[in-house]
């Protein structure tokens, strides 16, 4: 669950995220649902969540390379490409 809780100073919205499940290995499903319509553009930061385990925080821009260093650190993960 991703949830954007303060955007100070912002306004807009943000397209709907998408996943991308080609590299995942077993059961193949992630639902990807808009539970309440955002008014903001993103700041601040969040966390993953793999099979019990939670990232520290990830910034809201962070890219591909940061996302797959946090995620790497988890102990329910083996090997990650983002």
Request: no cysteine.
């Amino acid at each position: 669950m991703v949830t954007f809780a303060f955007t100070p100073g912002a306004t807009g919205d943000l397209p709907l995220m998408r996943a991308d499940v080609e590299g995942l290995r077993g059961n193949k499903i992630i639902d990807v649902t808009e539970v309440t319509k955002g008014v903001a553009q993103i700041t601040g930061s969040f966390r993953l969540s793999f099979r019990g385990y939670t990232t520290e925080p990830i910034q809201h821009g962070a890219g591909a390379v940061a996302v797959e260093q946090a995620l790497q650190l988890l102990p329910s993960i083996d090997d990650v490409d983002v």
